[in-house]
């Protein structure tokens, strides 16, 4: 006889909060069956894990005034949020193609795309680096608009394997494209000490450079394994021990975020690459071609910044942004990771 007061088993739930990996597979990166979970995330101003937030979404598209059957490129793909917008605004006829070096994300967002309803007759997208762009043009022929987003998509960062975060320990890696290249912990076993701190202050603005500089190349000398993020941020909190201590958790912090930055720079030569499409950029463009940028950081600025004025002296741009563009408060507050951008605009002559 059945056992009336027999409870049903009960269905498996996680342990704890939240999965303990990146890799489970959980609501934060099944986003197109979880609709609901992830707007709460978003409302609460965090980016769900495995997903990206485009961001000066509304200005970039009042200042490219894309329309119908116009052809562009996004320069910088990632996770297709700033693509998907253009690809409304120029259909039906319009092409939009799309460069990216990450192999990982790039088919998921074509793929993305393609279920939006944007396939192969009007999204091309190409896996190159951006300073190529003239390779682009050489198939599309001159852009009417094209968009370059320099910041590092929350993808890569949330994901510990690719060893952009601070959070979570992984590899030492920060390669946009982890199948070409030095990862950062090879880079590290090179360089100098001399090196090093000329790349912290270059590509970070590191105050104590020369102190986490000495740190690291001592270390490496020494036998100590710097290859994970975990061991990099151990080196570098030791070193700072002497900071005050009212506020030395903080400034660890930040000079940890700001080493990780200066490496990626280094390891994927995105300086060199974002000087060569400053370059190429002019003679991609229609005339009235309009292009758009949003950089993160003072040196991505400064460089973008320089271009402009001065091809706009030499009238081959018409008219460049006078001031660099924000985020809104209300968008900062919504998507905390885009309090650094700054969006910069030019016309072409």
Not at 53 to 75: F, H, K, M, W, Y
Not at 162 to 171: T, W
Not at 213 to 242: H, P, Y
Not at 331 to 348: F, Q, T, Y
Request: proline share 6%; with cysteine; hydrophobic share 35%.
């Amino acid at each position: 006889m059945e056992n009336q007061d027999a409870k049903p088993p009960r269905r498996v739930r996680y342990s704890g909060k939240n999965p303990k990996t990146f890799n489970e597979k959980y609501k934060e990166l099944q986003p197109e069956k979880y609709a609901k979970d992830i707007e709460k995330i978003m409302l609460k101003g965090n980016t769900p894990a495995g997903m990206h937030r485009s961001i000066c979404v509304n200005e970039i598209l009042e200042i490219l005034q894309i329309t119908p059957g116009q052809v562009g490129l996004d320069a910088t793909l990632g996770y297709g949020g700033h693509s998907h917008e253009m690809l409304k605004c120029l259909t039906p006829g319009g092409k939009l193609f799309a460069t990216d070096v990450d192999p990982f994300e790039l088919p998921k967002t074509t793929e993305r795309l393609a279920n939006l309803g944007f396939g192969a007759d009007v999204f091309f997208p190409r896996k190159m680096n951006f300073s190529n762009i003239d390779l682009i043009v050489h198939e599309a022929g001159l852009l009417n608009f094209v968009l370059a987003d320099l910041g590092v998509s929350s993808m890569q960062i949330d994901n510990p394997d690719r060893g952009f975060s601070l959070k979570v320990e992984g590899p030492l890696d920060l390669r946009l494209n982890p199948k070409s290249g030095k990862s950062a912990a090879a880079f590290l076993k090179t360089v100098s000490e001399e090196e090093l701190e000329e790349i912290l202050i270059e590509n970070a603005d590191e105050p104590y450079a020369s102190y986490i500089a000495e740190a690291i190349v001592k270390s490496i000398k020494k036998g100590r394994l710097v290859e994970t993020t975990a061991q990099l941020k151990d080196i570098i909190k030791e070193t700072l021990d002497f900071l005050p201590a009212n506020d030395k958790i903080d400034r660890i912090k930040k000079s940890c975020q700001r080493t990780f930055q200066a490496l990626r720079i280094a390891v994927n030569d995105e300086f060199g690459v974002l000087d060569k499409f400053l370059e190429k950029l002019p003679d991609a463009l229609v005339s009235g071609g309009k292009v758009a940028i949003i950089s993160f950081h003072s040196g991505e600025d400064r460089r973008v910044k320089k271009a402009f004025q001065s091809l706009n002296r030499q009238g081959i741009y018409s008219s460049v942004a006078p001031d660099p563009i924000r985020p809104t408060p209300q968008e900062v507050g919504s998507n905390p990771r885009a309090r650094s951008a700054k969006l910069r605009w030019a016309i072409k002559a």
